[in-house]
């Protein structure tokens, strides 16, 4: 878990578990700041889960922002200023993993 902490630092990414819809709004705030976020909606139920993606999707496009699929529910939005390289999927994508593979998400 430390070892992606500390690439999502490396990278000024904030990571977020949603559960409800409601906090899209802290989702969109960050945006706002010029971060980008990893939007986790693992065991969000399909109709909420597409409801919040469309909702940071259309945040993240009026300000010339991207969503981009990382793994299955697991998205990351960027504001126009933050461009996503393929090293940078790769390493967070690899981080994400290994934080799976070797905690309570087993």
């Given at each position: 878990?430390?070892?992606?902490?500390?690439?999502?630092?490396q990278y000024?990414?904030?990571n977020?578990?949603i559960?409800y819809?409601?906090?899209?709004?802290e989702?969109?705030?960050t945006?706002?700041q010029?971060?980008a976020?990893?939007?986790?909606?693992?065991?969000?139920?399909?109709?909420?889960?597409?409801?919040?993606?469309?909702t940071?999707?259309?945040a993240?496009?009026?300000?010339?922002?991207?969503?981009q699929?990382?793994t299955?529910?697991?998205?990351?939005?960027?504001?126009?200023?933050?461009?996503?390289?393929?090293?940078?999927?790769?390493a967070?994508s690899?981080?994400?993993?290994?934080?799976?593979?070797?905690?309570?998400?087993?």
């Amino acid at each position: 878990l430390t070892n992606y902490e500390d690439d999502l630092t490396q990278y000024n990414v904030t990571n977020r578990l949603i559960n409800y819809y409601d906090e899209t709004k802290e989702i969109i705030d960050t945006l706002l700041q010029g971060k980008a976020v990893i939007v986790n909606l693992e065991g969000v139920k399909l109709d909420l889960a597409q409801r919040i993606v469309d909702t940071v999707y259309g945040a993240s496009y009026s300000i010339g922002g991207k969503l981009q699929k990382i793994t299955g529910y697991i998205y990351i939005v960027t504001p126009s200023n933050v461009d996503l390289s393929g090293d940078f999927h790769d390493a967070i994508s690899s981080s994400y993993n290994n934080m799976r593979s070797t905690s309570m998400y087993k």
